[in-house]
């Protein structure tokens, strides 16, 4: 459900980006949704899919062979997740507190080349993740038939000391777990401080009501743009939330050891309820951007009621075509005592129709025009023709007969497809 949400999300940030100039901050927050997608997948990769392959294919040994895939995947996206997050921040607090700094900093193209030089830094950080776990192959052979088990296992890279020390613990809590939240606290704080000091100063500078009303159109964007800051600060608030239980597990891990940490039944609830709010957050900012955004909130009413009104206008013509269908089916011969009877038995037929029709009044139109004279009155005192545009009679001859110029057209061009009651 989250993956599917998170997509919903990605996919009204393009749409809108199409249409209008997408804004600076869109850029962040598709790209943390993009990687929150993938924390969700190897999530799942990780924890659900291997009971789900042991319920139907009885053993693991195909999905071992990936595992250390995945596991390093895994890093890579929580890595990448964290640090969007930073940027993310570091940016809102520049935007609020050195508006000065943010527009030589937050320029387009420039944010563009962060989120890619943080998606790439991530993917580097992680390397070595590939080379701690290893999928070993042991065959044995009975009764001369040979089977292959595979199992994973750590390699010795990953229990050396020094990368133990300087990788794990340095440069775990100092670019990835305690150092990031605790700068994300402290700018979380400041930027909060300026959002509120903005709102009061806003008020003393409207202390009367009547002005406040004057000035309701020139104060709307600014209220908006209170709103975007404050939908950003929950999701930097909700991140910070989910990353501090797993921080902290990290660090008593680093302080106890690995071993002594992965025996410990509290232990173990603690990491699962830690995995439960990653996943947590990474599943719900499409709620935040829903509730708190408004621009975010209209173009998805309007994005997604396009499409309904498109579906349902689509039903609606298909099913007044097979009405119209069955009307002309039961219907179409007309019982009318005029001299002419017109047959019509499909809707094509009654278009076909209105263009000879049309088609008709213009070769009339143009005989009126190009193949009668001006006459004396005395040459044919019965034909009379009453011009209603000027009220004048006028008396005509004609130079050919109107009915046998209509006659003598083509039958692929006659007007109508007649026929004379007998």
């Known amino acids: 459900m989250g993956v599917i949400l998170n997509m919903i999300c990605i996919y009204v940030f393009r749409q809108h980006a199409k249409e209008h100039t997408a804004p600076v901050i869109h850029y962040y927050l598709m790209t943390l949704t993009l990687w929150q997608t993938a924390v969700l997948l190897n999530g799942f990769l990780l924890y659900s899919f291997p009971n789900m392959y042991r319920v139907y294919f009885g053993s693991l040994e195909s999905y071992q062979l990936v595992?250390?895939?995945?596991?390093?995947?895994?890093?890579?996206?929580?890595?990448?997740?964290?640090?969007?997050?930073?940027?993310?921040?570091?940016d809102r607090y520049l935007a609020l507190c050195k508006p000065l700094k943010h527009r030589y900093i937050g320029k387009r193209p420039r944010v563009k080349r962060i989120m890619v030089l943080v998606s790439i830094l991530a993917f580097l950080y992680n390397i070595p993740r590939f080379f701690e776990i290893v999928t070993n192959k042991i065959c044995t052979t009975q009764n001369g038939t040979t089977t292959c088990k595979y199992f994973v296992d750590r390699t010795p890279f990953a229990h050396n000391s020094l990368y133990h020390i300087f990788y794990k613990i340095i440069s775990q809590l100092l670019l990835v777990s305690l150092i990031p939240c605790f700068i994300l606290f402290v700018l979380t704080m400041k930027i909060s401080l300026a959002i509120r000091q903005a709102i009061l100063r806003r008020k003393k500078l409207c202390p009367d009501m009547a002005e406040v009303n004057k000035s309701f159109k020139k104060s709307k964007p600014v209220s908006k743009e209170h709103k975007a800051n404050i939908m950003l600060v929950l999701v930097i608030i909700k991140f910070l939330i989910s990353t501090i239980l797993p921080t902290t597990c990290d660090i008593i891990e680093k302080i106890i050891g690995a071993e002594v940490f992965q025996k410990s039944h509290f232990a173990t609830i603690i990491v699962d309820i830690s995995n439960f709010l990653i996943v947590l957050n990474c599943s719900t900012n499409f709620w935040v951007f829903l509730f708190y955004g408004q621009r975010f909130r209209s173009y998805c009413k309007r994005l997604f009621y396009r499409k309904f009104l498109r579906r349902a206008e689509k039903y609606l013509e298909s099913s007044f075509?097979?009405?119209?269908?069955?009307?002309?089916?039961y219907y179409g011969i007309s019982n009318s005592t005029t001299p002419f009877v017109i047959k019509s038995t499909s809707n094509k037929d009654s278009q076909k129709r209105k263009s000879n029709v049309d088609y008709s009044l213009n070769n009339l139109h143009s005989l009126n025009n190009y193949n009668f004279e001006l006459s004396p009155p005395n040459k044919n005192p019965d034909l009379t023709i009453i011009n209603k545009s000027s009220n004048i009679s006028c008396c005509m001859i004609r130079k050919m007969s109107a009915q046998e110029r209509l006659y003598s057209l083509p039958k692929t061009n006659s007007p109508f497809n007649v026929e004379k009651k007998v």
């Open 321 to 329: 075509e097979v009405r119209d269908n069955i009307t002309h089916k």
């Open 67 to 90: 595992y250390p895939y995945v596991f390093a995947g895994a890093n890579i996206t929580m890595v990448a997740s964290v640090w969007v997050v930073l940027a993310l921040t570091i």
